[in-house]
């Protein structure tokens, strides 16, 4: 997955790490529902329909950041009328191209 970066990157490390995890939070409509993985190891009727919390964003080095977030669940069941719900965490690299493209590795999401 990939977005445009459309501010200035004066130079990469924790302080730029704080202007992506803004500028992620402004535009994660655009890309929270490939970050929220299949839910069926918790139930196949397991849904999301708040979307996700951006926790942090980590500088690692050469370009490359760590983003964590977290996103709610829940599985509705008429049969029984018990519903359940829970909060689960999640953490994809992604790199920052020259061009202020936003490279994401959704690989650990088995996409």
């Not at 992620?24 to 890309?31: A, C, G, P, V, W």
């Not at 709610?72 to 018990?82: A, E, G, L, M, R």
């Amino acid at each position: 997955m990939k977005i445009m970066y459309s501010g200035v990157i004066a130079s990469h490390g924790e302080v730029f790490a704080t202007q992506l995890k803004d500028f992620l939070i402004k535009n994660q409509d655009k890309i929270e529902r490939q970050l929220i993985p299949n839910l069926d190891y918790i139930d196949p009727r397991a849904l999301n329909d708040n979307g996700i919390k951006i926790m942090e964003v980590t500088y690692l080095g050469e370009a490359r950041y760590s983003f964590a977030y977290q996103y709610d669940w829940f599985v509705f069941s008429p049969c029984t009328n018990i519903d359940l719900t829970g909060t689960d965490k999640n953490k994809v690299t992604l790199t920052v191209l020259d061009c202020g493209e936003l490279e994401f590795d959704l690989s650990a999401l088995g996409h």
